[in-house]
């Protein structure tokens, strides 16, 4: 599996949905970056089995709050 398909299947094992999953990358095959917004958020469990996907170098969580 790819990263796509790794964090996927993570995902899917506890029905959380993808709400934004855009990607980047500075130069054609080499790394690249995701921004991936969950619907719900993201489980604390979740975030070491992100960090162990063979393709991910670094992953952090981020949370944004609306308090307008």
Do not use: S, W, Y
Not at 9 to 38: H, M, S, Y
């Amino acid at each position: 599996l790819g990263f796509i398909g790794g964090v996927g299947r993570l995902c899917g094992k506890r029905g959380i949905n993808f709400v934004i999953f855009p990607l980047g990358q500075r130069a054609a095959g080499g790394a690249a970056i995701a921004l991936v917004e969950l619907d719900g958020g993201l489980p604390k469990t979740m975030l070491p089995e992100i960090r162990a996907l063979d393709q991910v170098v670094r992953a952090d969580a981020l949370h944004f709050a609306l308090d307008i």
